[in-house]
T-cell receptor, first 116, second 112 residues
Framework: DSGVTQTPKHLITATGQRVTLRCSPR?????VYWYQQSLDQGLQFLIQ???????AKGNILERFSAQQFPDLHSELNLSSLELGDSALYFC???????????????FGPGTRLTVL | QQQVKQSPQSLIVQKGGISIINCAYE??????FPWYQQFPGKGPALLIA?????SEKKEGRFTISFNKSAKQFSLHIMDSQPGDSATYFC???????????FGQGTTLQVKP
């Protein structure tokens, strides 16, 4: 158990809908990352927050948005869902802003999103 | 330039053998190279990591070899065990964020 929790574990929804994925980082971790894992694209970085502020952005679609709250939990909002958005969404957390050492990223168990 | 290329896509090794997975990168600004292990239904977990100022790092049966001039790094799993059967990802990071760029993954099967 990494100490990172994600809810829900599974999510099944229809095209055009909006969903919210939730992540609680490990106690003391200030950085939260979101990654998408799909069979064709592999593991792709979406976005990073550090202590409430957005710090890095990857190939995140405009239909997707995220935020980190004062208690450091984070939510990833996916809207106008398409079939191609079906994937595993992972949250990771780390103590520091950068990688390595205290910046080791601990991944949650993921949320499996299925868009029908 | 942000890509990390990983090979092979899949690997079958006999118990006790050596598993070798390779990665190559283009961006010379990368300064942190971790390897992650992922079991089915689980999130990736950090296995071992290296910075470019060293050419090799060993932790138990796992070794990273790093060739800065060739922009390549590899994971060696010695005395491979059936419990090592998993998907392995190399990754790279740089700059003032923790953003990880992952390779495509290698599915390792260790046969008893």
């Amino acid at each position: 158990d990494s100490g990172v929790t994600q809810t829900p574990k599974h999510l099944i929804t229809a095209t055009g809908q909006r969903v919210t994925l939730r992540c609680s980082p490990r106690s003391g971790d200030l950085s939260v990352y979101w990654y998408q894992q799909s069979l064709d694209q592999g593991l792709q970085f979406l976005i990073q927050y550090y202590n409430g502020e957005e710090r890095a952005k990857g190939n995140i679609l405009e239909r997707f948005s995220a935020q980190q709250f004062p208690d450091l939990h984070s939510e990833l909002n996916l809207s106008s869902l398409e079939l191609g958005d079906s994937a595993l969404y992972f949250c990771a957390s780390s103590v520091t802003l950068t990688s390595g050492g205290l910046g080791e990223q601990f991944f949650g168990p993921g949320t499996r999103l299925t868009v029908l | 330039q942000q890509q990390v290329k990983q090979s092979p896509q899949s690997l079958i090794v006999q118990k006790g053998g050596i598993s070798i997975i390779n990665c190559a990168y283009e961006n010379t600004a990368f300064d942190y190279f971790p390897w992650y292990q992922q079991f089915p239904g689980k999130g990736p977990a950090l296995l071992i990591a290296i910075r470019p100022d060293v050419s090799e790092k060993k932790e138990g049966r796992f070794t990273i070899s790093f060739n800065k001039s060739a922009k390549q790094f590899s994971l060696h799993i010695m005395d491979s065990q059936p419990g090592d059967s998993a998907t392995y990802f190399c990754a790279a990071s740089s700059g003032n964020t923790g953003k990880l760029i992952f390779g495509q993954g290698t599915t390792l099967q260790v046969k008893p």
